[in-house]
């Protein structure tokens, strides 16, 4: 990478608030990052000197322009970064952040602009901590929900979409299937092997058309709530909630369930269900279990 091309890059980030990084600006940047050596113990006060006058020597000829004078203040927190940097022999990629979740676990963590995450069980978000400054984007896989706060553009990277706001509430879901769901704000859902492109308003979700009229996933408050909803769905995410096997559910097939459970109780969650109905689930083994009136 060329002197001048870094430069650019470093000015637009240090003269104005707001700025963003095109892609290839940002390949720029982490390609010259990665050409910061790794140390083995701390560099000398010249070889931090010389770094610094390559990097961000007060008279810089920008091609064939005439000079212009950038003042060393603006570049004060860009320099004492790489000489952290260069300090600690680390390079850029020591700020990528992850975080992830195992099976019934849920993790809830804030990203440097104040957006809140929270990540349900099997899940991850990892980030450029670095980068994240300039380009708010991050990847993810399994299933969160975000509370962004406004701001420039959020993007989140799945294997299969691009999702991005500008400060809104909605959760992403990639397992099994893909889906996003929008609780607040507008969001923006593309394919990445295609060109379908969808915007979401709040109470609406990428692959349906029902409107979603909770505040937020049932997940983050530990509880599924229903609105004469079929039986034989409410038993099905009781499975899927727990992990076990409900036999004889179809004695359940036309009835409907108005109501809630719990994520964290399975036996609480089987008497509020069925109770209304005299039915009890009794228990065959350790993860089975079988509808009985």
Known sequence: MKKTDLISILEKMALSEGNILSTEEEAHLKEAFSAIPLLDEKPTDDFLDEMETILFSQKIIFGKQSKRLIPWKKYASIAALFAILLSAGLWMYSQNMNFETSQNEQLAFKLPDNSEVRLNENSSVSYNKFFFYFNRNIEMRGEAYFIVTKGKKFSVLTSTHKISVLGTRFVVYEKDTFNVVCYEGKVLVESLDSNQKKVLTKGRSFNSDTIIK????????????????????????????????????????????????????????????????????????????????
């Open 214 to 293: 909770e505040n937020q996933p049932q997940w983050i408050s530990h509880k599924y709530v229903f609105n004469n909803s079929s039986l034989y769905d409410v038993i099905s995410a009781i499975e899927k909630e727990y992990e076990i096997s409900i036999q004889n559910k179809e004695i359940c097939r036309g009835l409907v369930f108005t109501g809630s459970f719990p994520a964290d109780d399975l036996n609480t969650a089987l008497e509020i269900v069925l109770g209304p109905y005299n039915m009890i689930g009794e228990q065959i083994s350790p993860k089975c279990y079988k509808l009985n009136k």
